[in-house]
């Protein structure tokens, strides 16, 4: 009878890891909600499924969604009640520049008007204090479809309005 024994020996490479880990998320956060206040007051609440922190090549965070839930973020007024929600299924912000970029199927709420926005994709410049979109948009008020040639707001989303509107649709019970 004879027996074998095997061994084997391993060790670490650095130069076997990858150099360059732009795809690579350096902090994760599941099921996030996140509030923001001014003296107490809440201002602005966001739901994601799923925040990622990027530090290269440029500083970023990335907000999914689910197939469950997407991405929400609600603007409350001085009441605490929701004024305005903005829903989509991927977002960006652009942490160096200010600048946040939501798309895939963007929908905005507007709950003192009724109206509800919908989007291909938004952009939130806080330094500019301006929400826009230069793609076309849709928006529906009651029995109305507006559709026009893009969107802006300023930040608090007090005075949204769609730009070049190119039509006005009347729909009937």
Not at 69 to 78: A, C, E, K, P, W
Not at 110 to 124: A, E
Request: glycine share 4%; aromatic share 8%; net charge neutral.
């Amino acid at each position: 009878m004879s027996l074998a024994v095997l061994t084997a020996a391993c060790h670490n490479d650095k130069a076997m890891l990858p150099q360059d880990r732009t795809d690579s998320a350096i902090q994760e956060m599941w099921d996030a909600h996140v509030r923001r206040s001014e003296y107490a007051k809440l201002q602005i609440e966001l739901d994601a499924p799923l925040i990622q922190k990027y530090d290269k090549p440029r500083p970023k965070t990335v907000y999914r969604s689910s197939t469950k839930r997407r991405v929400q973020l609600r603007f409350y007024d001085n009441e605490r009640m929701v004024k305005t929600s903005i829903e989509a299924g991927y977002a960006v912000s652009f942490d160096d520049r200010d600048i946040m970029k939501a798309t895939d199927s963007v929908v905005v709420i507007d709950f003192r008007n009724g109206d509800t926005i919908y989007l291909q994709d938004l952009i939130w410049n806080a330094s500019e204090d301006r929400i826009y979109s230069d793609h076309p948009v849709r928006a529906k008020n009651g029995k109305r479809m507006t559709i026009g040639d893009g969107f802006t707001s300023d930040q608090r989303m007090e005075n949204m309005q769609i730009i070049r509107q190119r039509g006005i649709i009347e729909f009937e019970d």
